[in-house]
């Protein structure tokens, strides 16, 4: 059974600063991986999406790695913004079904 | 394109009671996935459909159905609710659905609270 951590589970910086949020799962036999953010009562909306042969997608100031065979993601934020806060949540794909890690609460603090 | 519509945005109903909520991909997009969210279990995948067949379902009990229409649109119900079926309900679009290289759309939710 897939399971997905993310870790830390909050993280509070200040304005300015570099920060990587981590994403762990338990079977390597995935499609794809995918980085959300979800504003407080909001939907979520697609940051990065790497497939399975990629190793790293970048977008501006974010920047996501994958490697499969130790199970780990990496969501880099370079430059962290007051407007960066958010819930940050790792997906991962299985047959015909997306399996959500737990989320990272971020507060970039101006 | 206009994104992926949820209605209604906001829902109260009373245990025992069902209810019916409603999801509009995004023009083109045949895949539609249903998920729960609650504070305690996080986001939680309910069902996905495909060219209105339900190709992989969740661990949610039969309380929880759901169908797709011909246009790909799609609807979630839960019967006899309780109260810990309170949560904000999310849909997502996507092409072709997951297992491909398709980015997944949510839309805004639906915030069903039941008393």
């Known amino acids: 059974k897939q399971e997905v951590t993310q870790i830390p589970a909050a993280l509070s910086v200040p304005e300015g600063e570099n920060l990587v949020l981590n994403c762990s799962f338990t079977d390597s036999a995935i499609y794809n991986l995918q980085w959300f953010r979800q504003d407080p009562g909001k939907g979520l909306t697609s940051l990065l999406l790497?497939?399975?042969?990629?190793r790293e997608q970048t977008s501006g100031r974010l920047n996501a790695s994958l490697d499969k065979s130790s199970g780990r993601s990496t969501l880099y934020i370079a430059a962290s913004q007051p407007g960066d806060s958010a819930t940050y949540l790792c997906a991962v794909t299985g047959t015909y079904k997306y399996i959500f890690g737990t989320g990272t609460r971020l507060k970039v603090l101006a | 394109k206009a994104g992926v519509t949820q209605t209604p945005r906001y829902l109260i109903k009373t245990r025992g009671q069902q209810v019916t909520l409603s999801c509009s991909p995004i023009?083109?997009?045949?895949?539609v996935s249903w998920y729960q969210q609650t504070p305690g279990q996080g986001l939680q995948f309910l069902f996905e459909y495909f060219s209105e067949t339900q190709r992989n379902k969740g661990n949610f009990p039969g309380r929880f159905s759901g169908r797709q229409f011909s246009n790909s649109r799609s609807e979630m119900n839960v019967s006899t609710l309780e109260l810990g079926d309170s949560a904000l309900y999310l849909c997502?679009?996507?092409?072709?659905?997951?297992?491909?290289?398709?980015?997944?759309?949510f839309g805004p939710g639906t915030r069903l609270t039941v008393l």
């Open positions: 790497i497939q399975s042969s990629q």
């Open positions: 997502a679009s996507s092409p072709q659905g997951a297992g491909r290289a398709d980015t997944q759309y």
């Open positions: 023009s083109g997009h045949r895949s």
